[in-house]
């Protein structure tokens, strides 16, 4: 017991002389960027806070089918569920690093049979339950527990950021089939109506009234709508077979509304298909502080800090003694070399403070190691903050563009289609020669699918928004 008593005063000796630092709980210290967003005209916060960011991601995607295919992939997506599991493992670690405080606890039964000469034999027998505990006076255990905490945090981080990405790229390629669905809506009718120029054509040749050259070239023309229906369709068939990816299942049909149906909305725009629903005045972005507690990045990020804080707080740790407490409880018949039948109660108890003196470095550089991984990480956290600030500035961008472009692609599929009209009329008077209708129905096809394309940028450019600014997590 005296000696049991001597390690605790040496051990709160040193506590005294070392203080509580080894014991400080992790404070982020880091600065993030204040204009994380950027200064660009069309970026501007909400005054009140608010972020689409905030809404769920069943409230901010209103098509029901769309919402069922989201709800299949989280059920069962590989990478989600890879994730799920890595959430588990961390969290058994934790559990076993809060269990470090415990003593632990052995039952080692022996049982010996010796002989000598042409004596009996002797045999002995010890039914011991043997007992360990290390005492964290120097904060090694609380550390190490903390650290375990932090690895299970950015494991939890790590399936939302896996989540949201999930859920962005099943939206996204949702949003793909309705406007492929369209195009080839806009090519089959096409198709219908240059057929139908192309037997004016012949008929005009048939009767005199045109050359063989302008046959050809409505031929062509007709033709090269045909192969685009081709590739549209197989277009739609790897998009399809990439959403079943998602969804770890066999190819199959992707069941869908029609573009225009059910469309991505937000509060403020429902309704307002081609204009309001890319406008950045309605898309609340909210502050950059908003982002930096919804983004699963940039939290992960944050607990990677505080991971290698408690690695070097351990490291510093490991400098101080380690004090062990041993004990045993037990039957024997074999007590200082003397077996006795019964046996007796045997009880042992022992105390030992281990302290390192020359370990070859092995401690200096782990401590340098540690500190050196906490300074890095502290500067990927700001870097992971910029990154993040850019995906949002980027993503209003590309609200703003494709809302500028549809008032004037809308434009110009209303006078290229009075156009074509207009040309096809003077033809069929013969005011107006085969190339003139040709040009007209080609840019009126280009115009249409380009007005078609652009609805799509700007959807995928409002889910990468909602993504950036940490929407879809939950």
């Known amino acids: ?71 299949q992939v989280l059920a069962n997506n590989t990478d989600l569920n890879s994730a799920r599991i890595a959430v588990e493992k961390s969290e058994a670690s934790l559990k076993t690093a809060r269990l470090a405080y415990l003593p632990s606890l052995y039952f080692t039964p022996q049982g010996t049979l010796t002989k000598f000469d042409d004596n009996p034999w002797s045999k002995t027998y010890n039914l011991p339950l043997q007992l360990s505990m290390d005492i964290d006076v120097f904060g090694s255990i609380t550390n190490k527990k903390r650290a375990a905490k932090a690895v299970f945090l950015q494991a939890q981080m790590r399936e939302e950021a896996v989540r949201a990405n999930l859920i962005a790229t099943t939206a996204q390629q949702y949003y793909l089939l309705q406007v492929l669905d369209r195009q ?18 012949k008929s005009l040749w048939e009767n005199g009234k045109s050359y063989s050259t302008a046959v050809n070239q409505m031929e062509s023309s007709y033709l090269n709508v045909k192969t685009q229906i081709v590739d549209t369709r197989r277009h739609i068939r790897a998009v399809e077979n990439a959403i079943c990816r998602l969804l770890a ?9 029609k573009w225009g149906m059910a469309p991505l909305q937000h509060p403020e725009a429902q309704g307002e298909v081609g204009n309001r629903v890319f406008d950045t005045q309605y898309l609340k972005i909210g502050i950059p502080a908003t982002m930096l507690e919804q983004r699963p990045d940039i939290r992960m990020a944050n607990h990677a800090i505080e991971e290698a804080f408690y690695n070097t707080q351990a490291a510093r740790a490991a ?9 045993m409880a037990g039957w024997t018949n074999s007590a200082g070399g003397v077996v006795t039948d019964p046996g007796k109660l045997l009880l042992n108890f ?125």
């Not at 299942?249 to 509304?257: A, N």
Request: charged share 20%; hydrophobic share 40%; net charge negative.
């Open 1 to 71: 017991m005296k000696i049991l008593r001597n390690i605790f005063v040496a051990a709160a000796v040193s506590i005294t002389l070392t203080g509580c630092g080894l014991y400080n709980k992790y404070e982020q210290k880091t600065e993030a960027p204040a204009n994380a967003f950027g200064t660009s005209q069309d970026v501007t916060a909400a005054s009140d806070g608010t972020s689409i960011a905030q809404l769920s991601w069943r409230e901010f995607f209103t098509d029901p089918m769309l919402q069922q295919l989201i709800e």
């Open 184 to 201: 080839l809506e806009i090519l089959i009718q096409t198709d219908s109506l240059w057929n139908a120029s192309l037997e004016t054509q």
């Open 249 to 257: 299942v066999t190819p199959q049909h992707i069941e869908r509304q």
């Open 350 to 474: 022992v105390g030992s403070l281990t302290q390192p003196i020359f370990a070859r470095g092995r401690l200096i550089a782990n401590k340098k190691i540690a500190q050196l991984t906490e300074e890095d990480l502290q500067k990927k956290y700001v870097q992971t903050v910029v990154d993040a600030g850019n995906q949002v500035n980027e993503a209003i961008a590309d609200c703003q563009a494709a809302r500028d472009k549809h008032a004037y692609y809308h434009r110009q599929v209303q006078v290229l289609h009075e156009a074509y009209n207009g040309t096809h009329e003077l033809m069929d008077n013969g005011k107006a020669s085969y190339l003139e209708v040709l040009t007209a129905q080609e840019s009126l096809l280009s115009a249409q699918l380009s007005e078609a394309m652009n609805m799509y940028a700007g959807a995928e450019a409002v889910i990468a928004l909602y993504i950036a600014l940490g929407g879809g997590s939950k």
């Open 319 to 327: 400098f101080f003694p380690n004090i062990t407490l041993d004990g």
